[in-house]
């Protein structure tokens, strides 16, 4: 079986890349090396010319609260082009299943909590990144269209936030979890005394290791197919302060925390509810602890090696 994972070099791809390789498909990657997904004309003729079993697009333009007020329009159009360039190429070479990957961004600011897969549409979205997540919704659309259709037997999955090795850690772009761990270290290496974070440290977050994603999409892709999409989340809340906190601690760094609250918080909770993923035999295996010392490992070791986006 030949799978296509688009994104394969990032944080989500390339996790879900090394889980198939593992069970011996045939994986084909695609980064913006291999294939610009922008560009209508290069992607028709990649995936027309592998045509693949499974298109996995676990490719995104992401980026934390700053980088999705400062640049919504690239964070609409570009997800836009990317998700519909890929449909479009895969149901021009007739691939019988793909996997989009969305956010739970998607669903409104104050939405009830934990949140189950029908609370799309119910309210306003967060407005730091609302240009994303109506992509994100469109590319809900966009996989519930072709299979109404053509009877496409493809599937979206909208997993909460991820971390792990091979994530973005660029300060101006990166999400909470890497951004922390970047700066606590830092901070520990030149000795500082204080550390300044965004926001009140008040919102609540749950937070997803990348490994465990990869298994819930293998199952998934197996096991699902319903127009529905599906919540994919730890089930482990944690507020920002806390997971500071935590940071600071497993980095060793000692001195004081210290919040600006002119700086936006986001949503003020987010936890899903992913007992429909749970149904089909999935359920999160790494603890946020571990996680988050293995990203810590693997984010010295990468950076002494110069592999990481800094």
């Known amino acids: 079986m030949k799978v296509v994972v688009a994104g394969y070099t990032g944080l989500a791809g390339s996790a879900i890349a090394k889980e198939y390789a593992k069970l011996d498909y045939e994986v084909v990657g695609i980064n913006r090396k291999v294939v610009n997904l922008l560009n209508k004309e290069e992607t028709f003729k990649f995936i027309v010319g592998i045509k693949p079993d499974l298109v996995i697009d676990a490719a995104a333009k992401v980026g934390g609260i700053g980088a999705n007020n400062l640049y919504p329009v690239e964070f609409l159009l570009d997800n836009l082009r990317i998700q519909n360039n890929l449909m479009e190429a895969s149901h021009q070479a007739d691939v019988p299943k793909f996997i989009f990957l969305g ?146 601690r497993l980095t060793g760094f000692s001195g004081d925390i210290v919040w600006d609250e002119s700086k936006p918080d986001g949503t003020p909770r987010k936890i899903l509810d992913s007992s429909k993923m749970n149904s089909l035999g999935w359920r999160s295996k790494v603890t946020l602890e571990d996680g988050i010392l293995r990203t810590i490992d693997w984010y010295a070791d990468a950076k002494t090696k110069g592999l990481i986006r800094i």
């Open 103 to 248: 956010s739970s961004c998607i669903y409104p600011r104050n939405s009830k909590q934990p949140i189950k897969e029908e609370y799309l549409h119910t309210g306003i979205l967060e407005e730091t990144n609302s240009a994303y997540a109506v992509a994100k919704i469109a590319g809900i659309e966009l996989v519930n269209s072709y299979r109404k259709e053509y009877s496409r037997k493809w599937i979206s999955l909208m997993p909460t936030n991820l971390y792990g090795p091979r994530d973005n850690f660029e300060l101006n772009n990166s999400h909470v979890l890497p951004a922390l761990i970047r700066k606590f270290i830092e901070a520990k290496e030149s000795k500082a005394n204080e550390i300044i974070i965004w926001g009140s440290g008040k919102p609540s977050r749950e937070f997803l290791f990348v490994e465990d994603l990869a298994q819930a999409v293998i199952i998934a892709g197996n096991n699902y197919d319903e127009s529905t999409h599906l919540n994919i989340g730890s089930g482990e809340e944690v507020t920002i302060s806390e997971l500071a906190h935590i940071v600071a």
